[in-house]
């Protein structure tokens, strides 16, 4: 199997696109090329739903235009910003981070705690949990305190804050396994996983792994429903849509 | 009370605005004043995931420009485009009309039942009910296969497929009231209404009482976390942030 | 419009219905009337079932006799007590002042608390927020130690244990409003949202705002299932049912 | 083991209270004596919330008077009228007749199915299901179109229509076992078992069952919380409380 | 009525199938025989997955060769092991210690915790909450850090961790009865009932009980569907299978 | 990566295993080898709760014999008989062909549904859906009529029957991928998915693609909680128990 997936940066910071891509490399099995893309316009951080909307319509941009190059779409950003938006486009599989750290906790683990970047996350966290129907397999969501930038620009000085708050999940919630909520703390895990004792996903290398095996087995997004394509409409305005002519 | 209220139609049909409008203001009390506005891009309906991100960051743009100057906001799509990201770039409240719906619905009925376009809408009905937390009251989503356009250019002809569809949402689901799942089929709501026999809620109409209540007990949306204002941050790209700078 | 609204205070305590009327108007819009009534008999508080099934016979006999006068009926005891019966016997809409301040609390926050008065009352609290269906939006019951008529004689006496409790429910359990469970703590409602951050919601004040939401909109319940009309049937007892004959 | 149990009929039917204490007899354990004793108002048959509620006071008045003297008591309505009022003021366990028959059905069946009466009783059911918190083991509410008299008036002309529909929940619905509806239907339990082939619960026969269990084994309400006696206070009213001192 | 129930001790420990009989036979009824039978093999406590995957095999045997010979069979481990499948084989009712201590807690209580021994024990504990679909009635899992084993030699040496951990249940958790998570702890529950004020349930004894009632009642397992007997099949190995033939 | 991964069928039909091993192999990545093996005892096929306890021990000493070799475990029959236990004694992770099938479904679809065997299958699936927490995410469980040994025999000749199943699973119940629920319709996967337009997952193919996406990643099942090793205890019996020693 040889695999080409396309993992995009939802936000525009460009180092945070070179740890994410590396990381992918990292986890990525013989055979599977990783290109990494930033988004190509909005903020340099996501912390927000109305960052999420920016970024969701960014990557779509992307999606369009580049998803069909690859065999698989990961979407970098633990708010799994478009995801349902860009199935409908990519005739590939397409996985969220906090999607793909959640799915391969399950196995794992009775049941997972998130442990977040600024405490405004944790209802977004709440409610990525909820889209993806695994409430009931979800210990708790815990924060650090630490913008996602700050995580981004000293990953080691974060590491403390960051298994502080796993140690509580595991400790106070009944959490056997971390899923790392932001694409910035990914290059932790291992480290993190060993101070814990407890299995700690990055949802980039969980993406990778899960495409692989989308991939491999020669799945992708059904198309009968929830993801069928847009159809054919007129469009206006700044953004583009894969079918749609231009008004 | 007076109270000015921005009703959005997120996608770009000037004859959609004008309908919603006209169904805000037929059901606005004394002293409220309605400004219908036609998303400023994007597509004519908005019948998939991909047509509602794009609708949401169309919506963002229009509360961002223009929220300040009202004492509440709608957004007149029944698949709440953009509703939490609104909520945290206007001091006012924000509402969607699927929430409106729902929410007028529930002292009405034992459960409701959602009365969507085309089939392709029975999963994003779904998922708008599972994100307000509303399963337990929603007896089931019923579809009449008419997409949006054609229901709004002829609202007549769809009233025998909407009613139908409701009808057996009554009669085989146990559905006590019917919300109509699209902007455009607002204007029927009291002929199917009276054809059915029971509570048919237009969210449109729903919405704007629904503000016009906040508006007059003087309560607007939490700040402290969920839709606390995104922080200022550099922005790249064709859209606009409040706050943010230009990178 | 103008509606004119009833409001029934399901127990014997004059001065709350004074207090709750007096609640009631400070909100209404301009052209709504309201009459606050005392339950013809009872007991002075409600802070348990038993108190709860004598409120509700009670209740029901004031929307018997009265409910045919007005546009629509609020139950202004944060239980809801006989609210489903309620519906079935009135011709105009009927709320509870539990539901009105949930309902409207939910476009606010992602989560609201209840903060209701003794201890006792934290399962009474549970129990209405599953009734209504609505525990996925819930975060916490927290309670004051504190009676209904300890909270009526000196709301201001009880102002810092219930800022205390709600301020808990924001810091620990991730509420983003609070809606204060019990009619008494209603002319707290401003106060206590200024020295919490967060909207704070009176249930009276949401009934009256809900009302004139329904009125306005012209919709009544639902009478093909849950709130039809009971059967006309031979009644005995001290109690009276419309429709009903004298055994 | 002796154990002296009441058992309430909410309704004023007294043919149905010779029913139900028949029934109650038929199944009481060697030692367990049945008193049977028909509300001492209200309506001959209870089919709507308001009529619930007009029963639930009637069932307290029972209850506070007589239940000093019994070991036990239940409630033989399946809508458990009074439940949670009732364990307030007794002193001895207290049980419904829709508690009892779903909680024995749950060791003998994966899911069980309610045959109520009237179509209108579904929301009724829905409910009494939610209110024991037992959604997960209910397969679904089938109902037979006959009234709560009709059926007391010719069980035996009743039996088709509740093996009818008994017979539809377990071919369509999945149930494994059928809870009758209202206590009119209990003498038909080992008929319509026999019919059906799966266990059918009289909820009548199971709260005595059940009743028995919870004496013989010396365990009777909590009163901690919810189901505390309420407080001694002023009563006015055709009603009475224990405690309470008339005002 | 007279009964014959099998009390089955999953585990190999003689002393605890003593106790475990004796605590049976001090709640039986009059006219009810109680055999207490030791697992034919396996470990001397069940405190893990693998551990109770071979005492559902021991279970089955024992079932298998005598269930014929009485008239109800009560799993004596508080993870119910091999409960379904000796619905299967059994012509009588099976009941599970933890399925007849939350069932006989239900009437009695708003919402239970569980006071289980090893802290392992709670997720094990939750999921059994969730296989007999109770969790909207559990308000906790707590544990006492105390093995099987040591509880069993020294009950009383045991008293007070179980009785602490019952008491933060009630205090912190909302807990109104306490079901013993642990056939060892059964001898202590009026003890620890007596010490906490609220019911405390031994599943033994909860079990004897349901299955008198439902013996007395004369309702066995459904077997149209869950529980149905397994087919004939060619059997190897060396555990056995009633209706099988040795390949 | 290289992994070898050790798939056990839980039934004794030697041809089985072979189509299961085929399954296996034709999915695996380069560099994964698969040992398929066969139960060393038990039943041909796995259609009831008794068989699949049966099963269950006979995983558990495949497990506890062999797992040391391998870098992953899948069971390979849809009740993922053994699971919990298994992942307690095996140094890699271990996973169920449901929970795999339903896993890799999600990422593809909004539903998904199961296509079962037997009817007397569909409580089992409903309880491994549940016991794996995905209820919000199964559309349905359907049914073909025919046993699992009808289908190993003659697979193309159950194409129809599975076909007509999961037709009806997207026609009627919203599905939008199709879980096989059975290890022995794993062949037809390809030739159901292209007859019904919609994604079919082989539990096997699925375990395979997810044990070599948590062995690529190199995590393991979280040993803390629930997933602990069992401590060393003294063992009697046919049955054996790594750690153990024989009494």
């Given at each position: 199997m040889s695999a080409r997936l396309l993992v995009v940066n939802p936000n525009t910071t460009a180092s945070m696109t070179a740890a994410i891509g590396a990381a992918a490399r990292a986890h990525a099995a013989p055979g599977t090329e990783i290109d990494a893309v930033t988004?190509?316009?909005?903020?340099?951080?996501?912390?927000s739903h109305a960052e999420e909307a920016l970024a969701a319509a960014a990557v779509l941009e992307v999606v369009a235009e580049r998803a069909d190059a690859y065999d698989g779409v990961a979407i970098a950003c633990f708010g799994d910003p478009g995801l349902e938006a860009a199935r409908e486009l990519a005739p590939v599989p397409v996985v969220g981070i906090a999607e793909a750290a959640m799915l391969l906790a399950l196995p794992l683990a009775h049941r997972f705690s998130i442990v977040a970047a600024l405490d405004r996350a944790r209802p977004l966290m709440d409610d990525v949990v909820r889209r993806h129907g695994l409430q009931a397999r979800c210990a708790s969501v815990r924060t650090t305190g630490l913008s996602v930038l700050e995580i981004d620009a000293d990953p080691e000085g974060a590491e403390a804050a960051i298994a502080a708050a796993g140690r509580r999940a595991v400790q106070e919630d009944g959490a056997e396994a971390i899923c790392l909520g932001c694409a910035g703390m990914g290059p932790l895990d291992a480290r993190i996983g060993a101070a814990l004792g407890v299995p700690v996903i990055d949802g980039v290398a969980a993406a990778v792994k899960l495409l692989e095996a989308l991939v491999g087995y020669g799945r992708a997004t059904s198309r009968v429903a929830a993801f069928r394509a847009p159809e054919a409409k007129a469009l206006t305005g700044p953004l583009s849509l894969p079918g749609s002519t231009r008004a």
């Open positions: 988004a190509p316009w909005g903020t340099p951080s996501i912390e």
